[in-house]
């Protein structure tokens, strides 16, 4: 199923000669006036081709200088396709909080902190769980580390985590210890 969305705006002669070649490409696209654009504003499941840069629009891409080849322009909007893809499968919600994986960042309204990387995969992993994780669990999966080794190097990642996350969003239930092990609360 395709979902690259393309809206044309102000550009006629592409739109006609992306008519043309419609079936060889591999993205919607559709033409809109000015009041549509209006409308258009919250909308970020689509890329917006224009001459001009529009204020306080999101995820456009301007061709102001031609002539162009078509083959220049349909690589610059597949590129932003990847970039738009890479950015959304980037993103984690969990709670009220926003993982980025990419940038290894935790944010909730205008707070935000670094991770680590062990710290974002041990995140993931307990939140793929769904149900609560033996420190040998994440010892093994996330960290790589054989059973024999001591569980503390565990323990303590997961406890600076947990400080960590209490100190800047003041959330002292985001990781929960349990009596089985540990989990992510998702409740907001």
């Not at 395709?2 to 559709?30: G, P, Q, R, S």
């Not at 980037?90 to 707070?111: A, D, K, P, V």
């Not at 680590?116 to 992993?125: A, M, P």
């Not at 947990?162 to 990781?175: Q, W």
């Amino acid at each position: 199923m395709n979902t690259h969305n393309l809206v044309i705006y102000e550009l006629d002669e592409l739109y006609k000669i992306f008519e043309e070649i419609k079936k060889d490409i591999n993205f919607n696209f559709e033409k809109i006036n000015k009041q549509e654009l209006l409308n258009l504003k919250s909308n970020s499941n689509c890329l917006i081709l224009t001459k001009k840069e529009i204020p306080d629009l999101n995820n456009q891409i301007i061709f102001d200088k031609f002539p162009i080849s078509i083959f220049k322009i349909l690589e610059k909007i597949n590129i932003e396709f990847i970039k738009k893809n890479f950015q959304k499968q980037s993103e984690i919600l969990i709670g009220n909080y926003i993982f980025n994986i990419n940038s290894r960042e935790m944010s909730s309204n205008t707070n935000k902190i670094k991770l680590t990387e062990k710290e974002i995969n041990s995140i993931i992993y307990l939140l793929k769980a769904n149900k609560p994780v033996k420190i040998r669990e994440l010892q093994s999966n996330v960290w790589g580390y054989q059973s024999q080794l001591e569980t503390h190097t565990v323990e303590t990642h997961i406890y600076r985590l947990r400080k960590k996350i209490s100190k800047v969003f003041k959330d002292e239930n985001f990781i929960l210890s349990k009596d089985d092990g540990y989990e992510i609360n998702k409740k907001e």
